[in-house]
Nanobody, 126 residues
Framework: QLQLVESGGGLVQPGGSLRLSCAAS????????IGWFRQAPGKESEGVSC????????NYADSVKGRFTISRNNAKNTVYLQMNSLKPEDTAVYYC???????????????????WGQGTRVTVSS
């Protein structure tokens, strides 16, 4: 069974950093684009970033460009989201999911992804 598990969330002050992890079990990540999405209270889900299976292609939402970096270690079957210069508006539950198609010009639509993890909560507050 394909499964993704997110970790690394927590409470951080504005300007701080967190690194989220998305670990896969039941399948090899090499062949999948992995995307990160976030859901903030009262807001629509937002595609944050994606990375292709080889790691050669990445994409970011405008709201996080220059602050977040997505990477992957296929040997560890894990994708990471390094989040720096965090803002209160980054507060959300962050989810990772898998996509067969390449990471293209945008993160893509939530409905295109599968094997969603349970999410990890990020709270940015002083």
């Amino acid at each position: 069974q394909l499964q993704l598990v997110e970790s690394g969330g927590g409470l951080v002050q504005p300007g701080g950093s967190l690194r989220l992890s998305c670990a896969a079990s039941g399948f090899t990540l090499d062949y999948y684009t992995i995307g990160w999405f976030r859901q903030a209270p009262g807001k629509e889900s937002e595609g944050v970033s994606c990375i292709s299976g080889s790691g050669g292609s990445t994409n970011y939402a405008d709201s996080v460009k220059g602050r977040f970096t997505i990477s992957r270690n296929n040997a560890k079957n894990t994708v990471y989201l390094q989040m720096n210069s965090l803002k209160p508006e980054d507060t959300a539950v962050y989810y990772c999911a898998a996509l067969i198609s390449p990471c293209g010009n945008s993160v893509g639509k939530q409905a295109e992804y599968g094997s969603w993890g349970q999410g990890t909560r990020v709270t940015v507050s002083s």
